[in-house]
């Protein structure tokens, strides 16, 4: 909190104060470590895109697998989107091979993250620019 502070311009006191208020309104859930998966041996990480599949099924699987790092269930053409890491190619043949069994899949591997974890502020709707429009010449 000392360092937030500094960071900040407010006092420790202050700081405590609104981070605790932050968390109380359910704005602040949690905190976490940021992992290097390279580090505990991961040397790929991939997406894979589950098409449409019973959703308790792919509940249940995505629990039993322990190398899915984050799964969204979302809308468009393919159900859900998984991240996954895993060690090598065999090992995510392995890991895809599950998801197949339900549903068609389509895997890609991540090659760089240029962002991961970006840091939000507050949402302002005065803040989004409405798209260009462009200006047919006639």
């Keep these: 909190m000392a360092e937030l502070g ?7 006191p202050a700081v405590t104060e609104r981070v605790r208020k932050l968390e109380a309104a359910g704005v602040i859930t949690g905190y976490r470590a940021c992992v290097n998966m390279q580090k505990l041996g991961y040397g790929i990480r991939a997406a894979i895109r589950v098409g449409r599949a019973e ?22 053409e393919d159900s859900w989107i998984l991240e996954i890491a895993v060690i090598d190619v ?19 591997i991540i090659l760089n ?6 840091p939000m502020l507050p949402a302002r ?3 989004v620019k409405p798209p260009i429009k462009k200006v047919d010449k006639a």
């Excluded at 099924?57 to 468009?76: D, F, H, I, S």
């Excluded at 090992?91 to 890609?108: P, R, Y």
């Excluded at 993250?113 to 970006?118: I, K, S």
């Design 125 to 127: 709707r005065e803040d």
């Design 113 to 118: 993250a240029v962002r991961e974890h970006q």
């Design 55 to 76: 959703y308790a099924r792919v509940v249940k699987l995505v629990q039993q697998t322990p190398e899915v790092v984050t799964a969204y269930n979302v809308t468009g």
């Design 90 to 108: 065999a090992h995510l043949d392995a890991v895809v091979t599950k998801f197949c069994i339900l549903t068609e899949t389509s895997t890609s």
């Design 6 to 12: 500094r960071r900040v311009h407010l006092s420790q």
